[in-house]
């Protein structure tokens, strides 16, 4: 049963798309797209994409390609469907926002990637707290089309399922490894680090900060570490985590959680911005321009 609060769609005001909590699954609606919503997803596809070149995972363009994604119009849901279900058999639905997390989790289990189906106003160009349809497409759904990424999507959705009914105290350590690697994960490749993680290929500071900058630790990927780290929601992440392959990931978490729950219980979080003797270090962060205050 949905709640008046639910029932809220998402309205454009003067302060941009103002977002309402709401569960429900709309069909996106594309004709309403006015041309400066087209404008918008092709002045970010065309600026990410320039940026990208030599900072992405290559899977990532590639996988852009293979959808048809390009600079001319905001892509049509119901046309990367078509190319999703034939590799990986995911699905993109449209959402008016951040769903509830068990709501989220189920989606994933499901193979339904929820979409917002909204974009940014022209002068949030740089700058958003929330996901809109540019952070959605250009940078989550490209790999969906990995299907060793796309399983451990799932599979992420299905511990989430999992923990909310067996461990809810253990969802805060499950947002964290989602945070550090499906939104702010750096890979390692022969030719270098690169970029796989959607909040940073959709920010344009961010792509070139967190591969650039001497100010973050940049740190081999290892879960339990991860799970114990707290975040950033309102800077450039202070620590970015380094995986050698999607395999790894997939691998890592592919045990049973539940012991791992309960040892987690009782170790205190990590801050931001700290380095671990235990750490595999690719570069100790000089801490420049951090603030104190604020992980979460
Ligand atoms: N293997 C985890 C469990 O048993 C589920 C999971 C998979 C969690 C992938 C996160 C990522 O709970
Ligand atoms: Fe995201």
New binding site residues.
Partial sequence: MQTAAQRVEHQLTDKGYVPVYTTRVIEQPWDGYSATDHQTWSTLFQRQRELLVGRAAKEFVENQERFGMSADAIPKFSDLNRVLKDSTGWELIAVEGLLPELTFFEHLAARRFPVTWWIRKPEQLDYLSEPDLFHDLFGHVPLLLNPVFAD?MQ??????V??AAIAPEALVN?TR??WYTVEFGLINTPEGLRIYGAGIVSSKGESIYSLDSAAPNRIGFDLERVMCTRYRIDTYQKTYFVIDSYEQ??E???????P??ARLADQASVPAGSVLDSDTVFQRGSGEGWLNDGDV
């Fill in positions: 451990y599979a992420y959705g299905a511990g989430g999992k923990a499950l490894l989602y990931l997939m890592a978490t592919r045990p049973d959680f539940t791992l729950y």
